[in-house]
T-cell receptor
């Protein structure tokens, strides 16, 4: 299993440009999450999904949109990028069918995004 | 407000000694706590967890202690090894939370010196 993969690994955008970050998991996990990590602020939840076709807002959703058309994929979109969205973005997934999973989330390797 | 706080941004210890990483929380609804480890340019990986019905959980060199009355948990690493050098995140979840969301602390950079 590849686990959780993220595409791309790095990206530089100009202010106002748009892009989509792709997250894919091959573990058949029901729940998926998008986080951003900024220095001194830990990981903050942007959006999450509890199943195919469903999404919900997290702690810092403004400026982002998400879609989960297929169970294995979770897309994060930036419609008009701003310098404040410069960050490292992590995707994660969770298996809720395993009662012993202890709330564990599996993370991808991250996407480093710079907005100039 | 920051519901999960790790007040020490960094910690440096000698190889072979004990590393103690601390975490405080404010939300009394949290009933599950996890520690994640993160190396540079990689995603966080799960390390150890504890349910609020316990006060200690041990896994090899790693032990997590939970003090519910003080809303405090700590991660002990004994003995510390250079390969343990990483950023450690504390996270918490409440059973009733939609999506089993985790709330993370700011992280503590642990450096284990040979």
């Amino acid at each position: 299993n590849a686990g959780v993969t993220q595409t791309p690994k790095f990206r530089v955008l100009k202010t106002g440009q748009s892009m989509t970050l792709l997250c894919a998991q091959d573990m058949n996990h029901e729940y998926m999450y998008w986080y951003r990590q900024d220095p001194g602020m830990g990981l903050r939840l942007i959006h999450y999904s509890v199943g195919e076709g469903t999404t919900a807002k997290g702690e810092v959703p403004d400026g982002y949109n998400v879609s989960r058309l297929k169970k294995q994929n979770f897309l994060l979109g930036l419609e008009s990028a701003a310098p404040s969205q410069t960050s490292v973005y992590f995707c994660a997934s969770r298996n809720v069918r395993d009662r012993s999973s202890s709330y564990e989330q599996y993370f991808g390797p991250g996407t480093r995004l710079t907005v100039t | 407000d920051q519901q999960v706080k790790q007040n020490s941004p960094s910690l440096s210890v000698q190889e072979g000694r004990i590393s103690i990483l601390n975490c405080d929380y404010t939300n009394s609804m949290f009933d599950y706590f996890l520690w994640y480890k993160k190396y540079p340019a990689e995603g966080p990986t799960f390390l150890i967890s504890i349910s609020s019905i316990k006060d200690k959980n041990e896994d090899g060199r790693f032990t997590v202690f939970l003090n519910k009355s003080a809303k405090h948990l700590s991660l002990h690493i004994v003995p510390s090894q250079p390969g343990d050098s990483a950023v450690y995140f504390c996270a918490a979840s409440a059973r009733e939370t939609s999506g089993s969301r985790l709330t993370f602390g700011e992280g503590t950079q642990l450096t284990v010196n040979p």
